[in-house]
C-alpha cells in the first residue's frame, strides 16, 4: 500500500522568504500526486498536481513542486512567502488507474511571521 | 471546472439526533465519491468509499450503522450520522472522481463543520 510522510509537524518562515515543503512516498511504481493547501476551517484546495512528463510542475499561487523518483520525493516550494500562505498543506498520493481514494500525509502546518 | 459543493457547511444539533450531509458534483457526473473525517489540527482520514448505486466501502473501525452513506445518482452522495453523539463532532469532507477520469483526480468539497451538544 502506499503511502504519504511529511517530516515537517510545523514550519515558520519570514515573510520574503523562501519555502520548502517536503513530502516522500512510498509506493512500488510512479504515483499520481498532488499538493493540497487548507486554510483553518475551509476545504482542500489543489495547489498542484503531477501525473506524468516534466518533473517540475508549477501551480497557483506562485507554488511549484518538484517530482524525484530517485528520492521519492514531490517537495514544495515557493520563492518569495506572502503571509497570506499561512495554512495546512497536505501532499497526497494516488495510484494511477484504479477507483481509490488518495492517501494523505498528515500535513504542515505553515506561520508567517513579519 | 469541476465543482464539488456540500450542504450544509455548519451544523449544530443536540446528541442523540441524525444529521444528514449532502455531497454534490455540480458540474460533472462522479461514479464515485469519498467520505474524510478530519479532527483539529490532524490530516484527513478516510471513512468509506461511496459508488453509485451500490453500498458503500467503510474504512476499518468506521461503523456503518452509525455513518450511512447513500450514493443514490452521479452526481449526489449523502452522509447520515445516525444517534449523533459529542463524540462524533468533526469536520466532514467529501471528495468525488469523475466517470470519465483515467487520472484517479479528486475534487474536494469545502466540508461541513458538526457540532453535537
Known amino acids: 500500500a502506499q503511502s504519504v510522510t511529511q517530516p515537517d509537524i510545523h514550519i515558520t518562515v519570514s515573510e520574503g522568504a523562501s519555502l520548502e515543503l517536503r513530502c516522500n512516498y512510498s509506493?512500488?511504481?510512479?504515483?499520481?500526486l498532488f499538493w493540497y493547501v487548507q486554510s483553518p476551517g475551509q476545504g482542500l484546495q489543489l495547489l498542484l498536481k503531477?501525473?506524468?512528463?516534466?518533473?517540475l510542475v508549477q501551480g497557483i499561487k506562485g507554488f511549484e513542486a518538484e517530482f524525484k523518483r530517485s528520492q521519492s520525493s514531490f517537495n514544495l516550494r515557493k520563492p518569495s512567502v506572502h503571509w497570506s500562505d499561512a495554512a495546512e498543506y497536505f501532499c497526497?498520493?494516488?495510484?494511477?488507474?484504479?477507483?481509490?481514494?488518495?492517501?494523505f500525509g498528515k500535513g504542515t502546518r505553515l506561520s508567517v511571521i513579519a | 471546472g469541476a465543482v464539488v459543493s456540500q450542504h450544509p457547511s455548519r451544523v449544530i444539533c443536540k446528541s442523540g439526533t441524525s444529521v444528514k450531509i449532502e455531497c454534490r458534483s455540480l458540474?460533472?457526473?462522479?461514479?464515485?465519491m469519498f467520505w474524510y473525517r478530519q479532527f483539529p489540527k490532524k490530516s484527513l482520514m478516510l471513512m468509506a468509499t461511496?459508488?453509485?448505486?451500490?453500498?458503500?466501502?467503510?474504512e476499518q473501525g468506521v461503523e456503518k450503522d452509525k455513518f450511512l452513506i447513500n450514493h443514490a445518482s452521479l452526481t449526489l452522495s449523502t452522509l447520515t450520522v445516525t444517534s449523533a453523539h459529542p463524540e462524533d463532532s468533526s469536520f466532514y469532507i467529501c471528495?468525488?472522481?469523475?466517470?470519465?477520469?483515467?487520472?484517479?483526480?479528486?475534487?474536494f468539497g469545502p466540508g461541513t463543520r458538526l457540532t453535537v451538544l
Open positions: 509506493y512500488g511504481a510512479t504515483p499520481y
Open positions: 497526497a498520493v494516488g495510484i494511477p488507474s484504479g477507483n481509490t481514494p488518495l492517501v
Open positions: 503531477y501525473f506524468s512528463g516534466d518533473t
Open positions: 458540474d460533472f457526473q462522479a461514479t464515485t
Open positions: 471528495s468525488a472522481r469523475k466517470a470519465s477520469d483515467l487520472f484517479n483526480e479528486q475534487f
Open positions: 461511496s459508488n453509485e448505486g451500490s453500498k458503500a466501502t467503510y
